[in-house]
């Protein structure tokens, strides 16, 4: 999975910038809701960054619903099991075909 430098949601286009720690806090990464924006900490591992992405996409999709308190480990939770989907993930079904 690579990260995306920008996408939409609900019409709307965000940004994903990879960043200095100390823009971050130190922290993995962080999802501004005003400016659209995910920042990934650019210390991490690939693997790390792809899963902080995942995490940040959870922010900005509750946001897009209007969820702007939204819980923290619900975010973690689901973030963890998307993740465990799309690296799992094998072959396909093309329901299109014939
Ligand atoms: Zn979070």
Redesign the pocket.
């Known amino acids: 999975m690579k990260i995306p430098k920008r996408f939409e949601l609900a019409g709307n286009t965000w940004w994903v910038k990879i960043v200095p720690a100390d823009a971050v806090s130190h922290n993995y990464?962080?999802?501004a809701l005003h400016s659209r924006t995910i920042y990934i900490n650019e210390e991490e591992t690939p693997e790390q960054k792809r899963q902080t992405f995942i995490?940040?996409l959870?922010?900005a999709i509750c946001a897009t619903m209007g969820y702007q308190d939204h819980d923290?480990q619900i975010?973690?939770g689901v973030?963890q099991l998307v993740y465990q989907f799309m690296i799992t993930k094998r072959g396909k079904h093309d329901v299109d075909s014939d």
Do not use: L, N, Q, T
Request: one cysteine or more; glycine letters at 18%; proline letters at 0%.
């Open positions: 990464g962080k999802c995490h940040e959870g922010h923290e975010i973690e973030a």
